[in-house]
């Protein structure tokens, strides 16, 4: 005979551990089970490839170390995949936390200790080409070869600060400075994290102000998302594209259906998703950190399904739904 | 060198956040606690290296120009007068400032974008010539869905009758199934977190993942 009460008040520490296995084990016992791309994550994926050198995107880090396992991935992927298109990409962050995160997922793409990286050329290192006059992209690249620098084995390419990319970093009052960048980009960030003179660099004076970006993915755990849909869309048309927690994916589906943001990556899901596409798309040798998450994921679902089962048929074989009170369980 | 050792403290205050699995301890609560002061002071740096100081500091007092910066700077300051019971009462200004600014730029741009383009993406056509059949069934949950969700948020007649009796019966049930999904995210978004701390500790930690 059962005792369902017991079982229903089973020590909670027993599920965690079950949870803790099931989580760690898939890492070593690799399934590969299918990730398939979803609608909403696959027109960002088709507009960021869409894009080139005479475009730009913005890359909103707004998010705090909190959900950094599910935000910081997808960053990571359509950082790559833009720099592999060679599109100019702007980074921006709503907390000071978030700056930091964007320099640590910024850095995970210019090790060039791992192979399918890129190497980055901060901003004084070429200044000599500058004051050549090559500001150009390619005849940039060429003059750089030109001067004896190769790439590393294994690197995809070379990033030039201010060309490439620039780090805008944090400013407080989001909101405002979103409504700013409309008219210009300057005003909001005369300079960039690092101090250098955006208005000096060539990706700025190709792109003033908020109505000449093609995109603004913004990475958030909370509603700062919306900044960029209320005060980029609204007021200028900014497309807009979220990577949003799992939590938060719910909330926001309707937007897509409304027509207001482009796509949205929901989760580790959402950045495996675009990890596989951009995998797919030859931009990158190996899928990253959110696809190996995957089984993990599908296997810790299937547990917590199955917690949900056997609760449900304890308490009801148990009887407990027609008697008032079940003892709490630890 | 410093990288390990930033590893080593990042792991171990991880361990420590999980023993509160285990039960409630000195430890989880150590870690808690740096991670409050540690991105407190994170922040006043950052805050003042892109804030405070190239946008106050360099200008007004290093070359003497922009003095108008001054004015909302003494504004800023006021806030500090919350730590003096005498004059706490000149904090509201800057704070009425604050939220007089606030509610002028979003209200134009709020209703915009949380209120008319919602309403207006569930004015559409139920039935669309040439479209699949489950755009159909799609349009029909929306329009449905968000006119049975309002029904049962209209308090002012009893829920009783064909319309408003059925209109709220249906209105939360679809409620509830969006309890439902968002429930699912949650757990997925939770699970997510804690993928991300094992990969942590077992790539960048311990190496143990290639």
Known sequence: MI????????????????????????????????????????????????????????IGWDFDPGTEAENQPMGVAVLRHALDRHVPVFITAVSP???????????????????????????????????????GRDSLESAWKAAG????????????????????????????????????????????????????????????????????????????????VVYGTSRVGLPVAFGVTAVMATDYYPYIQSGQIVGMMGGLRGAAEYEVLEHEGGHTETTGKAYRGMDVQSLAHILIILFVILGNIAYFAGGFHKKTALKSGR | MYETIGLWVAAILTLAVFSFLYKENPLYRFAEHVVVGSSLGYTIVITYQRVLYPRLVEPVFLHGESLVLIVPAMLGLLYVTRFFPRIAWLSRYPMAFLLGMGMGMAFPYDMQAYILRQIQATLIPLYTPGAPWYNTVGAVVIVLGTL??????????????????FGSKVGIWIIMIGFGATFGFTVMGRISLLIGRVQFLLSDWLGLLH
């Open chain 1, 3 to 58: 005792n369902w009460e017991k079982f229903l008040n089973i020590d909670r520490r027993w599920l965690y551990l079950l949870i803790a296995v099931v989580v760690v084990v898939p890492f070593f016992i690799r399934m590969g089970l299918p990730v398939v791309p979803s609608d909403e994550v696959r027109s960002i994926y088709n507009l960021v490839d869409s894009l080139g050198p005479d475009n730009a995107i913005f």
């Open chain 1, 149 to 228: 620098n190769s790439l590393p084995e294994g690197a995809r390419g070379w990033v030039f600060e201010g060309v490439d990319f620039a780090l805008l970093g944090y400013l407080p009052y989001f909101g405002l400075v979103v409504l700013g960048m409309g008219t210009s980009i300057a005003t909001q960030y005369p300079t960039d994290a690092y101090g250098n003179n955006l208005r000096e660099m060539p990706m700025l004076r190709a792109h003033k102000n908020l109505r000449e970006i093609d995109l603004a993915v913004t990475l958030a755990g909370s509603t700062a998302c919306m900044y960029w």
């Open chain 2, 148 to 165: 049975a969700g309002l029904i049962y948020f209209f308090f002012s007649k009893p829920h009783k009758g064909p319309f408003f009796g």
């Open chain 1, 97 to 135: 936390l978030g700056q930091g995160l964007a320099e640590q997922g910024a850095a995970s793409v210019f090790d060039t200790r791992i192979p399918g990286n890129f190497v980055y050329v901060p901003w004084a290192e070429w200044e000599p080409f500058r004051a050549a006059g090559y500001v």
